[in-house]
């Protein structure tokens, strides 16, 4: 069993960064994790993902060029570091662990964290 802890969440404005973490207790390793967000009265959508061993990172095309995700197995932590922040990007991020391939479905995920609040004004 994986658990997962968010942090890194606030307010900044437009234009600004944020670095959000992913603390997990269990066999980190042995899982891909992800990042997703959900809107007010949104669907949770994929924001990026990182295979096992970190060499390969996926994003959504609203995140490519912006943020950029990363994780330390040595930590037991996965990152979320979002430059060039907009107010779109305004949501609740949840990261999420999946063993399998299919890295871009939340319904593939096994095991979420508790969320963490993003807030970008203009």
């Known amino acids: 069993q994986v658990q997962l802890v968010e942090s890194g969440g606030g307010s900044v404005q437009a234009g600004g960064s944020l670095r959000l973490s992913c603390a997990a207790s269990g066999p980190f390793s042995d899982y891909a994790m992800g990042w997703f967000r959900q809107a007010p009265g949104k669907e949770r959508e994929f924001v990026a993902a990182i295979s096992r061993s970190g060499d390969s990172p996926y994003y959504a095309y609203s995140a490519q060029g912006r943020f950029t995700i990363s994780r330390d197995n040595g930590k037991n932590t996965m990152y979320l570091q979002m430059n060039s922040l907009k107010p779109e990007d305004t949501a609740v991020y949840y990261c999420?662990?999946?063993?399998?391939?299919?890295?871009?479905?939340?319904?593939?995920?096994?095991?979420w964290g508790q969320g963490t609040q993003v807030t970008v004004s203009s």
């Open positions: 999420g662990a999946v063993r399998g391939l299919d890295y871009f479905s939340d319904q593939f995920y096994e095991y």
